[in-house]
């Protein structure tokens, strides 16, 4: 049975739980449950990261942790009990946790790394915290260090600082808002600036010394000189080294290392240095011999030096890394430069100096170390448990402790002057140095050569050689005890080295030096000359009476009785002492002993401000003795000098050097003062210096006593209390009253009021600044009410106006701000008193807005207090004082504050922030204290509705700078909850008076905007965008606020409800407000706010009719907000569905779903564009996203602004993506909606404020640099000219003549430059997952450069990981329109050319062609073969049906996307026998364009004319058309279908003609064919004898008897214009035989895949022959969209059937090979498709058309693919690939016309000579000139504008959508003739036949206009495209129709293209000032 836990509440997982049982809960080890239940074992519960779902686990796997269960039963919460740094430690290591692997995800290896070690760190000191072993000061210390990790932490991984109070987070709720902000400014300072320190400390460590001529021990010196100063700052650091130059001590870390502590600031410049000194021990010389001598002297060696400011860049740059450094040693060239050879190596006089060895270093490591010593030993314990060597600086540091204790005496050997001695040569001195005592006993170890070793008894200097005067300047610290140092002495011998072999040691004299004067004084510091007394060797010195008696210093004969001959010899030396315990001060030893004296005290006490203060300090409480001593000796005579005496001790301890002394004076006060009468007297002086500053002229003393008053107060409060104790109260009323009295005084020296110059003035301000200390004594013996009121009536004393010195002011306020501050405002009793003339000094300030730092620290320090006391029944009355104080000037203040404008100055800018968020603090204090009883006497005391609709505005305004993310730091989240929280309580109170009294006739429109733009703010807020937080956070802030925006969202709808008719003031105002709203991800508030949208368009409807404002607003906000990241498609759905069900039952339902409909359309397209935008690259998504964002603003809601803002993101996508046409033709939309006028148009997007024609300018300019790069240069010539025009009409020759150049430039390109055709996909996007533009919707896709099907899909596919691949073409089914997937169906698909008729005339090079095959683009087929009926094995031609599909696009390719939807498919069925015409009509076509190109010599050789006829020739032989005949000229086949007998008789005439025609290219081939290829052309020509014979043709019809190239270009077929041919009720939809779809250029090829069998049988060009039957049968497959084909992309397919296909249960597998021949395009069949090759041997053409085309070099691709083809692969030479784009229907560049060519009059005739083989000239010399001829040809335009007709096929190179191949022919141009509207068209050639007569043909020149007048002059205007059309001038002929218009609604097909053509062509938009 389950029972409720009583105790078992809390528990951690220690093994993990898989919950595999029933209602089991999963566990992972480390999870926090909180336990419900439990049974048998069994506990039942929850994870606490997870508290929606239960279930049941092991008790065993629980381990249980203590505890506090609140609100216990059913919505019980656990509190653990455990130490709250490890609650936070625990839950941000699982935090960190998460984010930690994403760190390594996101490839952040560094800070990965650093966290990872962290987390370590905090698991090893928790486990110490957990273990509960530390002492309290190392938990503090452990704690401490987690805390700064934590932070750090947090900081790196960007989440929340945390408060903390004492090493444990606070709760928000339990402290002061202004305590909170203190606690989260400290954290923040902390963190940003860290605390400059004053006290700095070196580590050195010795290394080794390396140098090669080593062999000796050495001693080595370190310490810290000041260059400046010239004298060392520390003393030395000594370390031994041996023999080899490393430790001699190496296993003693303290003999090698040193910290030099307590080093100032003022010691870190850069003329500080580290000076190394180096004695060695040896011989006298280096170089002698070792049996020389056997004595080791101290020599000098070397010196190095090294300088601070090194050490500091180091520090800089490492990071406080130890750093080695190598220092080069010196030694100077003479030995007397010794003693300042450091110098000269700082100086750098190279000439005293020089290395002692080439390679000599000394190598050591340095740190520098900052803060005090103590701190210093917790950071770096090593250091201290390893060992180092402590060396101190000479003096005390910048700051005494009282606990510092130091003995030290330094004595420097200076130097000396001796005589020969009657020596040659002058003396090898050595100095002996003893310290005895006053009985001549040696002091043991009492002289330190330096720190590191330990001191010694005796010390003998090192020697120099020969020198009669030495320099040593060797500096010896005497560390003597303070006990043994009265009667100690120092004893200097000096001895005469010899250098002989006994090395002997000769005493010639000695000197002494007392270390203490008979009066207790040490030796004076400075330099001493002491006297050389003489003696001989053998001299006795163990009576030092015998010479203590002597004189010991020059100058000095104290002491001395014995006067002593004057001597030469002298030996200097200088002392230094510091000392806490010895004194060389006089005045100071006869001030402690003033009782010796009794007569010199006043004299004693003159001198006493005298004494350094440092001596006062050591001496202090002997010093105090002594003061109070002489005071109660006579207090009438000596108290005022006592007085003033105790006031400078007191001033002295102020300085910051001995700040630290205090505690020592109040220890002495507490423990050791014992003048019990003291008080009366310090009273009574203290009074008469008050009232003495009235009137006295000098106030320096009295400022000195006044800055004193609080430890005089101390001491006179001491004083009465032990004559209190001492007398049992006595006197007390009089010591009342002296203090009354001493009060009285006070107040009436503060009401003086005087200029603020004045020196009572400046009095006045001491005793303000120092009289808050004086409270916390008073209370000591006084109540604590008579305090306060001694206080007020104090600070009410001082004058009230601010128009005296602002200093005086400020300091005022100072002293209020300690009073706060003190113990006597924290008491309850005390503040009640004192609050009052508190408030009203803050009030007069903040009035004034002055000392606003002051203020707001008071303040914050007041709501501390009330806060802490919040429980006491006095608190409600202080509340209201400060409401009605402060409440006001705060609002008023804080709103000063944010109006000014920011100060420039980055202190100032700080202090400025600092003081805006200290009020805010208080503001929101003092709201957060208030109740609803304040609340309701606040809105009670305004007496007018204006005062209250002041205040309402205000406090609106004050909340929303709150609301601002720059009012905080980014990561106060915790401080910003507490504001949101107090801003919603104080909003929920405030709207009650808001529904009172501003509603109905009352109604006030700006109280009510600003509260609901207040509410909006709020809502919006980052810092409550709760999805964005992390689950444990998130977790938090719903426990402990709730969901702040979910209520304010319910109070904005319950204000909104009560408004009714005066909703209509707030549309369209509040609509975008509210949207922004709604778009929060968060259910419940969308719920309630969306139906405010109902309510906005109901209201709007009642008053105007319609709702459009509404619209207009929705419609604007949604598109900025969307693309700022908010809304979501649950938003969308939820929106549609609310909307809808509100506005079913209303009358104007029609309109209002139409507005929902549009306006959710609208978020599906926002949504797609910013979900597509999100990826970095440009693809194909973003643009068509793009396209259809800027469509549906175009044309259905017809928004302006918006529509010209996205043509520019689409243009800027085209641009990134290199899509240069695409780019041009979608700037082409902004151009068309302006005009050629002066309009001015205002700044927008990047356009600078310009006039309309201005900016067309530059629009043109950039279309036509886009035109260029996207090599679509006819579209660039139409708008030059345009441009060019303007210019000629505003007479601008200078840019009319860069225009024509440029239209030149274009034309010279379009002949020179390669372009490439691309191909054509496609699309079909099936699936819901697909966004909405796409979804359910097939495209048709321009291709890149070289882009072949395989590499298309692949795109598709990457751009679309998701997608799956469809596997056939067929129409896919309803499921999978349905499906929750993305399905993918691509495959290629053929262009068909709407401009026929260019593409017929064969005297217009192909590379000009080209443009017109792939641009201006509407429609595409696809064609799929099958069998209808019973399949002819022997013959599958008699049942083969063409399955055609026609795609109409919704704008034409290219335009302003590489893609466009399909709107319309057509699907055609063409029977076998329209087939088979169809099939040849394309044959005779190519052999007609090869013979034609070979004549012109087009091509520079003839295997493409030789493969093409070998192909045909070689099929028709081996049954080709004898497969037609067997199939449809049979007897059965006309019977059966009398319907196709014109149809037949059309066949028959196509297979005569092709005879014809192969007759004819024989001979021509027989004129241009190489010698070596004459076998193959005599093959040819007998089997084209054997084709005529099997198809009975002996002699050819009447009408083919002319020349085989008949027409005006010499085409072998009769020039006649066929009908469409009829359709049949049972049969299928017939096209016209010359229509586009019958003529697909022979030479486009797809990247369609080819199957294996057909690539096996087209390769029979290589002269493997097929039988008959295979070979007829065999056409190429279409092409294919499978994605998985394994198949070699055939560029001759450009059907795209799928390779599903083949396997179709259509056809038999036996007859997939005949089916996959047949299924190849009429347009991309090989030769050898319909008419078997038979070739001996096959050239691979290396040169092609043009000298542009290069063989093949795909493997998979066969023979005749490889020969045939002259589409480039990846080796194309274009190597400009540019990117393409698209537009839609009013900026569609089409079919550019001719541009008009002034006539050429009196031209000569030009001779035509017939197309025949013997007619041919050799090649042309000149490129642009094919014949020769004196009068040069006109160059046809590119841009001509052509009449529809028929395709044909050229072989030349293609490529990209606008290009060509320079494949060069005689010009032609147009000539264009209007007559109502019709356009009647003729080619002409440059060699155009105009009439045959007698065999001459006369060239006729063209027209220069439109119109058939032959000498008109006048310029025709070019027709141009919608999108480029100018609007004529005056009345010009009537244009052409334009063919931008063919793309407009073609449901109808072909018959609705007259009317069509007929329409006006509509003006374009125009835009506003934009």
Known sequence: MWIPTDHEKYGVVISGFRGTVSHGLPLEVGDTVQILEKCDGWYRGFVLKNPSFKGVFPATYIHLKNANVRNKGQFETIIPTEDTVITEMTGTLREWGIMWKQLYVKNDGDLFHRLWHVMNELLDLRRQVLVGHLTHDRMKDVKRHITARLDWGNEQMGLDLVPRKEFSMVDPDDISVTELYKLMEHRHRKKDTPIPTSSHHLFLQMKSLMCANLGEELEVFFSIYDSRENHPVSERFFVKLNKNGLPKFPEKMERQCTLFVDLGSSDLRKDIYITVHIIRLGRMAAGEKKNSCSTQYRRPFGCAVLSIADLLQSERDTRDSKEDYMLKVYMCNTESEWYQIHENIIKKLNARYNLTSSNAGLSVALQLLHGDIDQIRREYPVLFTRGVAISRKLGFSDIIMPGDIRNDLYVTLEKGEYEKGGKSVARNVDVTMYVLDSEGQVLKDCISLGSGETPVSEHHSFVLYHNNSPRWAELLKLPIPVDKFRGAHVRLEFRHCSTKEKGEKKLFGFSFVPLMQEDGRTLPDGIHELIVHKCEENTNFQDPTCYLKLQYCKGNLHGNSQPVKASKETFWISSFLCSTKLTQNGDLLDFLKWRAHPERICDILSKFKDIDGAEIVKFLQDTLDALFGILDENPQKYGLKVFDSLVHIINLLQDIKFQHFKPVMDTYIESHFA?????????????????????????????????????????????????????????????????????????????????????????????????????????????????????????????????????????????????????????????????????????????????????????????????????????????????????????????????????????????????????VACLLALLRQMTDKHYQQLLESFTSRDDLRDFLLQIFTVFKILIRPEMFPKDWTIMRLVTNNVIITTILYLSDALRKNFLNESFDFKVWDSYFYLAVIFINQPCLQLELFSPAKRKKVLEKYGDMRVMMGCEIFSMWQNLGEHKLHFIPGLIGPFLEVTLVPQADLRNVMIPIFHDLMDWEQRRTGNFKQVEAKLIDKLDSLMSEGKGDETYRELFNSILLKKIERETWRESGISLVATVTRLMERLLDYRDCMKVAEVDGKKIGCTVSLLNFYKTEINKEEMYIRYIHKLYDLHLKAQNFTEAAYTLLLYDELLEWSERPLREFLHYPMQTEWQRKEILHLTIIQNFDKGKCWENGIILCRELADQYESFYDYRNLSKMRMMEAAFYDKIMDQQRLEPEFFRVGFYGKKFPFFLRNKEFVCRGHDYERLEAFQQRMLNEFPHAIAMQHANQPEDTIFQADAQYLQIYAVIPIPDNNEILQKEAIPDHIKSFYRVNNIWRFRYDRPFHKGIKDKENEFKSLWIERTTLTLVQSLPGISRWFEVDRREVVEMSPLENAIEVLENKNQQLRTLITQCQSRQMQNINPLTMCLNGVIDAAVNGGLARYQEAFFVKDYILNHPEDGEKISRLRELMFEQAHILEYGLAVHEKFVPQDMRPLHKKLVDQFYVMKSRLGIQEFPGYARVSPIHLTNGSPRTCRNPALGAVSPDGARLVNRRSPLSYPAFNRYSSSSLSSQASAEVSNITGQSESSDEVFHMQASPSTSSLSSTHSASPNVTSSAPSSARGSPLLSDKHKHSRENTCLSPRDRPCSAIYPISMEQTQTLNSQIGDSCMPRSDPNLSAPEKVMNPTPSSWSLDSGKEARTCVPDSARLVSPPVPPRPTHTGSPAKTYRAFSPQAFDPPPAHPRSPHKSSVQSLTPSPTDYQSLGPVYNSPVLSGSSSSGISSLSRGSVTETTLTDGTITCTLIGSEELIKRENGTFACMPPRYNLSEHGTGTSRRRAPLPHSLSVPPSGEPPALPPKPHVLRVHRSEGENRMEEILARPRSQPRKVSQL
């Open 675 to 919: 003048g019990a009468l003291a008080y009366r007297d310090l009273i009574k002086v203290l009074k008469r210096y008050i009232d003495r500053s009235i009137e006295a002229e000098r106030q320096e003393h009295i400022q000195d006593v006044l800055r004193a008053q609080e430890y005089i107060f101390k001491y006179i409060i001491h004083s009465r209390s032990l004559y209190t104790l001492a007398t049992g109260g006595q006197n007390e009323e009089e010591f009342r009253s002296s203090i009354y009295e001493l009060f009285q005084s006070v107040r009436y020296f503060l009401s003086i009021e005087s200029p603020g110059s004045s020196i009572i003035t400046q009095t006045q301000a001491v005793f303000l600044s120092s009289f808050p200390a004086v409270y916390s004594e008073l209370l000591k013996l006084i109540d604590v009410r008579e305090v306060a009121n001694l206080v007020r009536d104090t600070l009410r004393s001082m004058p009230d106006v601010l128009h005296v010195e602002y200093s005086l002011e400020a300091v005022k306020l100072q002293c209020i701000a300690k009073t706060v501050e003190s113990q006597l405002f924290a008491n309850p009793d005390s503040r009640c008193i004192l609050l009052p003339v508190v408030l009203h000094h803050l009030h007069m300030h903040l009035q004034e807005q002055k000392d606003l730092i002051m203020c707001a620290r008071i303040l914050s320090t007041m709501f501390c207090l009330i806060k802490k006391d919040s429980t006491e029944t006095t608190i409600s009355e202080e509340v209201d004082m400060l409401v009605d104080s402060l409440l006001g000037v705060l609002l008023r203040t804080i709103l000063e504050i944010s109006n000014r404008p920011q100060p420039s100055g980055p202190a100032i800018r700080l202090q400025f922030q600092d003081v805006t968020g200290e009020f």
